[in-house]
């Protein structure tokens, strides 16, 4: 019999966090048997599910600096699609800060598709913000 390996999608996770050191890991299926895997792109570290993992039940909200990034990296990549090539090229550190806080409040401000991003973006991830 073929054993049944199972690893579930980032969104259906179900995460665990080590007493013994801090690590984060999700429930995988390897060789049949449930473990675990160590939350870290790239590598697959799996460990025994015993004891020493618990339930992560913490929730990591965004800060609104985090926030605002998410919707400038998207708005960034909608302006090299529209062809506003001078503001796809803008980066986030290198933006004087007045500039980051009212995007952080405003958004583009541009009264097109933009801030249609914005808006969706802010309301689909304010949940996240823990407030």
């Not at 259906?12 to 429930?27: F, I, L, M, P």
């Not at 929730?59 to 998410?70: E, M």
């Not at 409040?105 to 991003?117: A, F």
């Amino acid at each position: 019999m073929q054993s049944v390996d199972w690893e579930p999608k980032p969104s259906e996770r179900v995460y665990y966090r080590s007493s013994v050191d801090g690590q984060r890991a999700y429930v995988v299926r390897r060789n049949d048997e449930e473990c675990l895997r160590l939350d870290r792109p790239g590598e697959e570290l799996i460990r025994k599910k015993d004891g020493t993992w618990k339930l992560d039940e913490q929730l990591y909200p965004l800060t609104a600096h985090q926030l605002a990034k998410v919707a400038w990296v998207a708005d960034k990549a909608l302006c090299a699609c529209i062809g506003e090539h001078t503001e796809s090229k803008k980066d986030w550190l290198n933006t004087p800060e007045r500039e980051r806080i009212r995007f952080m409040k405003e958004g583009p401000d541009m009264g097109n598709i933009r801030d249609q991003l914005y808006t969706a973006i802010m309301t689909s991830l304010k949940d996240l913000t823990g407030g």
